[in-house]
C-alpha cells in the first residue's frame, strides 16, 4: 500500500480495481530520444538533472512512475525511488518486452522461452530499479499495426494466445511477490476492447496504458471518440485502471509544432480551446483535457526537468480541481 499522499498539494485517483490511490499525474520514464529536438532535456543528456527531477516529483506528491527496459531510465529510478526513503512512497511500473517470437527464427516462443524472457528481463530490472518487487508490470504493447517487423510484434497473436501465455507466466512472478499488479500498453482500441472480454481472461487486466491523444495527427492516431465508443466503456465496466499515454504527443517535436498540429485540426483545437480559455496554457490544456475524460484515472507524462514537471504539475495540483 502507498503511504503517505499529500491532498493538500496533489490530486490522486483509485486506479481500478488495484485500489491504489495514484497522483493524476505520473511520470513517463521514456526520455532518451537522442534525436529529439530538445535532446539536451533528455535524462541521458544530464541524469543528475533527470533525478533531481524526480525528488522534485516525490515531494511534489507525485507517486506514479513508469519506465521500460529499454527506456534507459531504470537506473535513474533506482537510484531515487529505490532507496529506503522514497520506495513506500511511489508505485512503480515497468514492463517485459515486446518480443513474443524469436526474431532470428521467426518461431513463436513456447511457454518456456517466455517465461525465461520474462524473467531474466524482470531481475535486470529489479536490479536497476534496486527493488524485490515492481507494483506493476506491464505487456509492452499488447498490439501495434505497421510496417516495422520488430512493432508489429504484439501479445495479440492469432486467437490472443501470446497474450493469454503472457498473462499466465506474470500471474506465477505475482505469486512469488516480485510483481503486485498487471496489464498491457495498447495503441489502439479494437484489441484493448477485445483484450479486456476476452472469455477466461476478462477479469485478468488491471490496467490499461492507452495511447488516446487530443489530435489524431500524431503516430497512426485515431480520434479520441473511437477510443471513447470502443474501448472505455468495457475498461470502466470491468474496472480497469485507466492510465493514458503520450497527452503531449511525445518529445519528438517542440510544444509550438504540436500547436500547429492541433490548429490544423479543427476537431483537436476544438477539444482543447475551453481550457485555453480558462488560462491553461497547451501543454496544460492537454493534460486537462485527457483527465477530463472519466474513463481516465491518471497519465504519465514525459517531464525530464523541473521546470517542464512544474508546469505540468499545475493542473493537478488542488486548486485547480
Ligand atoms: N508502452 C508504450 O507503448 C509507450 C509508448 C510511448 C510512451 N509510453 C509511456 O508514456 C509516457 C509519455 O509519453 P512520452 O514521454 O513519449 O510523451 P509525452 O508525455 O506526450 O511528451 C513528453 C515530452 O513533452 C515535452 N514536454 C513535457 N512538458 C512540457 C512542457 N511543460 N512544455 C513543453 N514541452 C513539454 C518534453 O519534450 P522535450 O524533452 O522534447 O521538450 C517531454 O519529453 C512515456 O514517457 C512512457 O512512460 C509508453
Known sequence: MLRPL?????TYARLGKTNIMVSRIGLGGYNNDEKGVNAHLNAKADPPAYRKTLQYLVDNGVNL???APDYGTEEDFGLVLGTEENRNKVFIITKVSRLVKDLKTGEPFSRQEMEQEFR???????RNLRTDYVDMLLLHHLNTKGDDPYHNLGYV??????????YDVINELIREGLVNFKG???????TTRDAVV???????TDVAVVKYTITRHFFQGQEPEIWENEAFPVL????VGVIEMKALLSPHSTMNEKMMKVRNDARAFARMKPFLDQGYTPPQAMIKWALSKKAIHTCIVGMPRIHLAEEDLGPVRPSSA
Do not use: R, W
Request: hydrophobic share 30%.
Open 6 to 10: 499529500n491532498p493538500e498539494i496533489m
Open 157 to 166: 497473436g492469432p486467437d490472443f494466445d501470446y497474450f493469454k501465455m503472457a
Open 184 to 190: 498491457f500498453t495498447s495503441h489502439y482500441p479494437d
Open 198 to 204: 476476452l472469455p477466461g481472461y476478462a477479469t485478468e
Open 120 to 126: 531474466n528481463g524482470l531481475s535486470e530490472s529489479l
Open 65 to 67: 512512475f513508469d519506465t
Open 236 to 239: 470502466t465496466q470491468q474496472d
